[in-house]
C-alpha cells in the first residue's frame, strides 16, 4: 500500500488545478500519488495538464455528482496509508505535507491533522480550525457575538479565534480544503457522507471520526495558501443553496433526535431564513456572499 495519495476534486478550476499540482511536486519529499476527480467541468481536455504531470491519475465524471461523491472515488482508485483531500484552489507550502504525515506517524491516536490555510495575502483563513457548529456554538456566530468577542472560549468557538494560530491545538474539525487522515478511518467511521454534495462534509467527517475516538488536530507547522471558492464565484446561486443545505443536513443528521420540536423548528427556520437574505443580498451585489465556505 502507498504511503499517501492526494485526491482532488476538480469542477471548472483548471487554471488553479495546475499551480496546486506544481506546489505539490516542487514542495514534498514523501512519496505518494496523486489522483485528479474532475466532476464534469465545462472544459475537459486535460491534456496538458497530463503532459506535464504524466504520474497524476486523471478521472471524469460524466456528471457533477458532488465533492463528497468524488472524494470517494478517487480514494478508491488509489489506496493509501494515509489520504490528503486538497482543494484545486489551494497551494501547498515547502514540507507541508511531509509534516503532516510525520505528525500523524507520531501521534497513533491522531486520525485526522489539518494545516494552516492562509488567504493569499498571508492571513488565516479561519475555517481551517473550528469547533462542530452545534447549536450553542452556532448560535454566538449567527447573532455576531463571536465577532465582538473573538478571545471568549464561550461565544468564540465556531472559529476558535481565541487559539493562539502559530500552535498547534486538537480541534474538533479541520478544513476540507486541505484534510489528511489515516485509512483506518474509512473503516471505523465511514468514508464522506454523499448526500453532502458540496460543504459541510468535511465537518461530517471530522464529527464521525471523534465518535469513534480518533483525535483531529491543527497543525500550523504545515501551510497552504487558499484562492478560496473560485468556481463557486462563477455562480453563486448553487453555491449558496448548498452552502446552507448542507448545515441543514448537518444538524439534522446529528442533532434533530436530542432537540426539542421547537428548537429544532426554531434553528432550520433560521438556516433557511439565512439562505434567502444571503441569495437576496448576492442576486443585488452579483456576486457570492457565502464568505465562510471552505
Partial sequence: MNLLSVVTVNYNSKDYLARC???LHSH?????????VDNASQDRDFSELQRCFPKVRFLQNEENLGFSAGCNRGIRACPARYYLLLNPDCQVEEGALDRCCAFLDAHPQAGIVGCRINHPDGTLQLACRRSIPRPSVALPRILGLSLLFPRSKSLARYNLTYLDPGRTHQVEAVSGSFLMFRHELLESSGWM???????????????????????????????????KGRSAERDPGPSLYHYYNAMEIFYRKHFLQQAGRLQSGVIIGAIRLLYTLKRWKANLSGRSMVTSAR
Fill in 193 to 227: 457522507d454523499e448526500q453532502f454534495f458540496l460543504y459541510g462534509e468535511d465537518l461530517d467527517f471530522c464529527y464521525r471520526a471523534a465518535q469513534k475516538g480518533w483525535e483531529i488536530y491543527y497543525c500550523p507547522e504545515a501551510q497552504a495558501v487558499h484562492y
Fill in 21 to 23: 499540482l506544481e506546489s
Fill in 28 to 36: 514534498t519529499q514523501v512519496p505518494f500519488q496523486s489522483v485528479v
